[in-house]
Each structure stands twice: as structure tokens, then as C-alpha cells.
């Protein structure tokens, strides 16, 4: 299973061993970027932009366009991820629409994205119960995707319930139809009981952790979270938990 350590400090790109997942908001703005030492991924800032706004403000066309310019400045990106459009029942009451449609926007935008940029954009599978996700599958292969054959599968509107039965069971169900699922935001618990089923997965909970901890002894600042030595420690915790959740393959009942 392949890691991706969340990062909030985009000159860790050029310094960090191993592979990162960087959020668009930490580098819209920056006029210059580093060049990345290792492969990394690129986050559009979903939650944020849903969560702010109530919609996506950021045009595709400028999405695209930020896609193309950390591919050519930064280099070694392995995937973006779309402006999708989570299912969670606080972002529909933000919105005012239904799960399919944000559903449908969220295909309609990666379809958009593919068209306007060369690097590899994935899907992300947008629901809220395994019904919802099915669905959305149909969706996908109506209009000429078929998620089985995606090298990776962003699986959305899951991190906030990790740690529930029914979030496992989802997660069971849609790995043996055969999906190469990328698990967004997983924590250690999350990546110890679900690590076996996944393609990949992300986490920025090193930072927040830290945030309530004190720090390594010997370090000077008040906190962690943004201490390369305490990233490190953390992802040999998480790294540790998928070895043991790959060693156990412990069934889920789907």
C-alpha cells in the first residue's frame, strides 16, 4: 500500500524522504515552488472550498491550469485529485442539493479536468451509504468511466467515520468489486482495521496530534506540527499499522 504523509509546508517537497500529499490552498498563491524530491499528490482543497463557500468558486479552467504548473515547476506529480463534491450531511445542508447531485457534478468535473490538462487526474467516489456509491458507480460508467479499470479511486465522504462498522463495510464491499481505493485522511486507527483493502491513503493527523502534545525533547518550539523529526515518528506508527493490517487481512463483514 502506497502512503502519502499530508503536508501543509510546501518546501518539504524538495526535503521530505519520502512520498507527500499537498493541499492546492498551501500552494495557490506562491510564486515560486520547489522542486519535489520524491512522488507526490495533489489535494484540490474540496472540503475547504465546500465548506467556505457552499460551492466551488475555483473555475475548472484555473484548476487545470494550477495542474499543469506544479507538474512542469514542481515535477513528480503522481495524481491530482478533482473538484469533487462531498456527500456528508453537513455539506449538502451547505449546499442546498442532493447527493446525486453532487454526484453528477463531481463526474462532470473530472471528465472537464481530463479534457484540459495531460496529468493524471483521478475519480473520486462520491456517496454516503453503499447504495449512494453504487449508484455513483453506474454514473461513472454511463458516461464512459469504468472505475475498475482506474489505476486509483479517491473514495470520498469517509474520513470523519473512519472508525464506524459502516464506513469499513463500504470500504470491504467496494474493494472485492475490484477498486484500487485511495483512502482520504485516514488515521492510525483507520489504517490499521482498513489498511489491507486500500490502493493508497493520505494523513495530515501528525500535525494534529502535535498540536496537543508536547514537544520531542530538546526541541525549542512549543509544538510539533510542523517538525519534520515528529512527521517522521508518526509515519513509522502509521507505516507499522498497515503492516499489521495487511499482516492480519482481517475480514469485515460486508
Known amino acids: 500500500m502506497e502512503f502519502y504523509l499530508g503536508c501543509h509546508l510546501p518546501n518539504w517537497l524538495d526535503k521530505f524522504p519520502h512520498s507527500l500529499f499537498v493541499s ?9 515552488f520547489p522542486k519535489a524530491k520524491m512522488p507526490w499528490c495533489l489535494d484540490s482543497g474540496a472540503f475547504s472550498e465546500i465548506a467556505t463557500h457552499g460551492k466551488w468558486v475555483l473555475p475548472a479552467l484555473d484548476y487545470a491550469s494550477f495542474i499543469n504548473k506544479c507538474s512542469e515547476q514542481i515535477g513528480n506529480l503522481k495524481w491530482a485529485a478533482p473538484q469533487d463534491w462531498m456527500c456528508e450531511p453537513d455539506m449538502l445542508l451547505k449546499t442546498g442539493l442532493t447527493i ?4 453528477k457534478r463531481t463526474v462532470e468535473n473530472l471528465i472537464e479536468l481530463r479534457q484540459m490538462t495531460s496529468s493524471h487526474v483521478i475519480p473520486v467516489l462520491q456517496g454516503w451509504n453503499l447504495d449512494d456509491y453504487l449508484s455513483h458507480i453506474e454514473q461513472y460508467e454511463t458516461a464512459g468511466i469504468d472505475l475498475i479499470e482506474e489505476d486509483t479511486v479517491g473514495l470520498g465522504s469517509v474520513c470523519r467515520r473512519q472508525h464506524t462498522k459502516s464506513a469499513e463495510s463500504i470500504i470491504a464491499y467496494l474493494s472485492k468489486l475490484g477498486l484500487a481505493i485511495h483512502a482520504f485522511g485516514f488515521k492510525l486507527t483507520g489504517l490499521k482495521t482498513t ?10 493527523a501528525w500535525s494534529f496530534d502535535a ?9 525549542k518550539h512549543k509544538q510539533c506540527q510542523n517538525c519534520m523529526e515528529w512527521a517522521l515518528r508518526w509515519r513509522r506508527k502509521a507505516m507499522l499499522n498497515i ?12
Open 24 to 32: 492546492r490552498t498551501t500552494l495557490y498563491r506562491r510564486k515560486t
Open 100 to 103: 446525486e447531485d453532487h454526484q
Open 195 to 204: 489498511g489491507h483493502l486500500l490502493k493508497s491513503a493520505d494523513s495530515m
Open 211 to 219: 498540536r496537543n502534545q508536547p514537544p520531542i525533547a530538546g526541541h
Open 243 to 254: 503492516e499489521q493490517s495487511q499482516a492480519a487481512q482481517l475480514p469485515l463483514i460486508i
